[in-house]
């Protein structure tokens, strides 16, 4: 990271901080690798911790549910409570909570308490992306605050890259056990990178007030709606990924890790690419995205039969899906328009879970009506049709807004001498 990204209210007498600032945005991807890991980890172990507890499959599936629902509720729940604190003293306190929710997981007897951890450490994950996004943006100049977020967010793409697939073999040569505890050192570790990276003065406690008053702006609610409707089209198709890849595409089950190893690192490029390019497109950017997607699952229903056009199409389709995920969430900050945005910025992370839930509970819907697999594809297609239209909007929005002249009590400010 060139100089150019360090903050400008560091060139005086602040020099001395810029070499904290790319490891700072490295402590905050570690965090949200070890989030994505425990996040998605289970999917890969579920017969294993049905056995050792003596359960269903079906009813260690829940905690899947159980954690999409602890995001739900603990992300402006804690970020509210966090508030008072810097943004450094409140995500180390939720990297906390998470190291303490994975090591009771670890060591759960019981099913119940193994629901109960996993709910515990959900409440940390969407008031860490929200508050660690406006940490990231504090880091650089505003024309870099949309790659700084996808920097933070790529630990959580490469958790399906790495993270994922490093804790289904564990499991499967050990126990489940080791590698919730793993995740857990994963924590320490990011608490040890934002105490020593992160400026304990990035950032001053917020108000409430202040906060709550940033859900008055429709633009908000416009990036929140797009939010649960055009990223619902990911899940309605990534949901049930595994089936396509088998049963309409003819891979073996074997195959099917390494290609959602291709399509996590498609996420990871897209990330990248959505943060490269966000500063400068915005959202006119999301809704060609949004866009490309319609196209390449409706090309994906009519090719999902030859397995090598699958593949592609599916690691196309993450990286268009994840390269709107940090322009999306860098908007709803600027949105916002308050001084900090945490709150706003949890709430986008409630909102992408609920477009989780939404995705996925469309396609179950169309796939028991008796559509087939590529139904969910088409539903994602016109999801995605959807969140393009409401990009659109928001778009207008920024312009009017933009183009709106100062009040008459607000005087313009001067333009500097020698400027043309």
Excluded: C, K
């Excluded at 490269?276 to 915005?282: A, I, V």
């Amino acid at each position: 990271m060139s100089s150019s990204t360090a903050d400008p209210g560091m060139a005086d007498g602040g020099a001395s901080l810029y070499p904290l600032v790319p490891r700072a945005l490295l402590a905050l991807a570690i965090g949200a690798f070890g989030i994505g890991t425990t996040e998605f980890v289970v999917m890969g172990m579920l017969p294993e911790i049905a056995d050792g507890l003596d359960v269903s499959v079906s009813a260690v599936g829940l905690l899947i549910s159980a954690y999409a629902i602890g995001v739900v509720v603990g992300a402006p729940t804690l970020t509210a409570v966090g508030l008072r604190f810097t943004p450094r003293q409140t995500l180390v306190a939720l990297m906390v909570v998470f190291v303490v929710g994975n090591l009771l997981a670890a060591l759960a007897p019981t099913y119940g308490t193994l629901a109960a951890a996993r709910v515990l450490t959900a409440l940390a994950h969407g008031s860490f992306f929200g508050v660690g996004a406006i940490a990231a943006r504090r880091l650089v100049v505003p024309q870099r605050a949309t790659q700084a977020i996808s920097l933070m967010v790529t630990g959580l793409t490469l958790a399906n890259v790495v993270g994922v697939p490093a804790g289904t073999w564990v499991t499967q040569q050990t126990s489940w056990r080791l590698v919730l505890a793993g995740i857990a050192g994963i924590g320490v570790l990011t608490i040890a990178g934002l105490l020593a990276w992160l400026p304990a003065d990035g950032g001053e406690p917020a108000d409430l007030r202040t906060e709550l008053s940033a859900f008055r702006s429709r633009q908000v609610w416009l990036v929140l709606a797009l939010t649960m409707v055009g990223f619902a089209a990911t899940f309605a198709v990534y949901s049930y990924v595994t089936p396509i890849l088998t049963d309409l595409a003819g891979l073996s089950s074997g195959n099917v890790t390494p290609v959602l190893a291709l399509f996590g690192v498609g996420t990871t490029i897209g990330t990248l690419l959505g943060g490269r390019l966000g500063g400068r497109f915005g959202f006119g950017f999301v809704a060609v995205g949004m866009v490309g997607v319609a196209v390449v699952l409706a090309v994906f229903a009519f090719s999902a039969r030859s397995a090598v056009a699958a593949v592609v199409l599916l690691v196309l389709f993450g990286t268009l899906g994840f390269a709107m995920g940090p322009i999306v969430l860098n908007g709803v900050i600027e949105a916002a328009d308050v001084p900090g945005g945490s709150l706003v910025s949890a709430a986008n992370q409630a909102a992408f879970n609920v477009a989780n839930a939404l995705g996925a509970a469309l396609g179950a819907l169309v796939i028991s009506q008796g559509y087939g697999l590529t139904a969910p594809m088409w539903v994602g297609a016109a999801l995605a049709v959807g969140g393009a239209g409401i990009a659109l909007w928001v778009r207008h929005g920024d312009r009017r807004s933009a183009a709106a002249p100062l009040p008459a009590d607000i005087p313009a400010v001067p333009e500097p001498a020698g400027v043309r």
